[in-house]
């Protein structure tokens, strides 16, 4: 069984600040891909990844999967109190046709 | 372009009670599925359908029935709803050739 962990699970922090969060696993993906929620809401895909040591930017999100395609991580710049919400990541493995989704990271950006 | 849309936004149940929990898609998208969201557990999938006529299982099938006789419309149905059942509920569509999914605004499920 795949074991997915994002990190951290709650982040609160000021406006302008930086921020990393985290998707790991000891599983191998094929692709990875990363979502925002908004409250009241469903998930809004972000950006969808796919080669070991791939980076992406979104403005001030920038993107990156793990050279072993085993994590990946999200860091924003700057962050601002649009960027509230809850992240996830959703890795899949091999030919599998569904997505796995992590459990989150709920970002807060206090003005 | 309405989307994916989720009917009703709010539904409070009894225990022994069902309901259908509707799904509608306008964009012609083949594959539509069924998630469950819970705090700490992220999004777990239910059911999924690739096309009108075919349905399969997902993570957590149990308790919960689907159909697919159209391609707009995937309803989610409980046949004797348990409080385990509590939980917000999204439909999601996407093209079969895509790895994009469009999630519906979700259903707040609560049995009692």
């Known amino acids: 069984t795949q074991l997915l962990e994002q990190s951290p699970q709650f982040l609160s922090i000021q406006e302008g600040e930086n921020l990393t969060v985290y998707c790991n696993s000891s599983?191998?993906?094929?692709?990875l891909q990363w979502y925002r929620q908004e409250p009241g809401e469903g998930p809004v895909l972000l950006v969808t990844v796919v080669t070991g040591g791939e980076v992406k930017k979104l403005k001030r999100l920038t993107f990156q999967f793990g050279d072993a395609r085993k994590d990946s991580s999200l860091h924003i710049t700057a962050a601002q109190p649009g960027d509230t919400g809850l992240y996830l990541c959703?890795?899949?493995?091999?030919?599998?046709?569904?997505?796995?989704f992590g459990s989150g990271t709920q970002l807060t950006v206090l003005p | 372009n309405a989307g994916v849309t989720q009917t009703p936004k709010f539904q409070v149940l009894k225990t022994g009670q069902s309901m259908t929990l509707q799904c509608a898609q306008d964009?012609?998208?083949?594959?539509m599925s069924w998630y469950r969201q819970d705090p700490g557990m992220g999004l777990r999938l239910i059911h999924y359908?690739?096309?009108?006529?075919?349905?399969d299982q997902g993570e957590v099938p149990n308790g919960y029935n689907v159909s697919r006789s159209t391609t707009e419309d995937f309803p989610l149905r409980l046949l004797s709803a348990a409080p385990s059942q509590t939980s917000v509920y999204f439909c999601a569509t996407k093209r079969s050739v895509s790895n994009i999914q469009y999630f519906g605004a979700g259903t707040r499920l609560s049995v009692l």
């Open positions: 959703a890795p899949r493995s091999g030919s599998a046709r569904q997505l796995t």
């Open positions: 964009m012609n998208h083949e594959y």
């Open positions: 599983s191998v993906f094929s692709s």
């Open positions: 359908s690739v096309g009108a006529g075919i349905t």
